[in-house]
């Protein structure tokens, strides 16, 4: 099983909206409506943004919202604020139990 | 709301084998926790699942990297999960995390521990 494809980077001004892609398979993103995203601050407990491909926790603004087409999800950021500058990954079920994670990806507000 | 509390920083050396405890405070894995996943992040590295375990039903299941090394259980009666890593090597050095979630959450973690780093050395 190899790591759901991310960018290594991607990088918007304030206000501005970004989109992270994450591309699996038919045997994980494609085959179940089960993809998460994790914004992970260095040093910190990641923090689930999103389940069930779009679905948002209580407490994650609506700012963040995600989608799926195919073998590829997607992660948009509107309106963007310093504080999102973090590391995004993306998780998938991939069948008989297991999950996989996507190699990450860095953001940046600039 | 749950918490979890991972046992402190390990060195072990090459070879050998590592055990890091994950407790559910805020109460037992029946009431609060579906599913208990292990993650780890090597050095300038991303998240990576290692296993999982369905606490009430002790079911583990590993990824397929880890099949042959580790080992996931569950303690319900003291809302324990334990990752037991064997045959440890210089690349195993990472920063473990547990995670919890529920199944209205598909698979997501909810709560995660504090991270337990491992330093393996020869």
């Known amino acids: 099983q190899s790591a759901l494809t991310q960018p290594r980077s991607v990088s918007g001004s304030p206000g501005q909206s970004v989109t992270i892609s994450c591309t699996g398979t038919?045997?994980?993103?494609?085959?179940?409506?089960?993809v998460s995203w994790y914004q992970h601050h260095p040093g910190k407990a990641p923090k689930l943004m999103i389940y069930?491909?779009?679905r948002r926790p209580s407490g994650v603004p609506d700012r963040f919202s995600a989608s799926k087409s195919g073998n590829t999800a997607s992660l948009t950021i509107s309106g963007l604020q310093a504080e999102d500058e973090s590391d995004y990954y993306c998780?998938?079920?991939?069948?008989?139990?297991?999950?996989?994670f996507g190699g990450g990806t860095k953001l940046t507000v600039l | 709301q749950v918490q979890l509390v991972q046992s402190g920083a390990e060195v072990k050396k090459s070879g050998s084998s590592v055990k890091v405890s994950c407790k559910a405070s805020g109460g037992t894995f029946s009431n609060n926790i579906d599913m208990i996943g292990w993650m780890r992040q090597a050095p300038g590295q991303g998240l990576e699942w290692m296993g999982g375990?369905?606490?009430?039903?002790?079911?583990?299941t590993y990824a397929q990297k880890f099949q042959d090394r580790v080992r996931i259980t569950a303690d319900e009666s003291t809302g324990t999960t334990y990752m037991e890593l064997s045959g440890l090597r210089s690349e195993d050095t990472a920063v473990y995390f547990c995670?919890?979630?529920?199944?209205?959450?598909?698979?997501?973690?909810?709560?995660w521990g504090q991270g337990t780093l491992v330093t393996v050395s020869s």
């Open positions: 038919s045997s994980d993103v494609g085959g179940y409506n089960y």
């Open positions: 375990v369905i606490p009430v039903y002790g079911i583990a």
């Open positions: 995670a919890g979630g529920l199944d209205s959450r598909g698979w997501g973690y909810d709560w």
């Open positions: 069930d491909v779009t």
């Open positions: 998780c998938s079920y991939a069948g008989s139990y297991t999950l996989l």
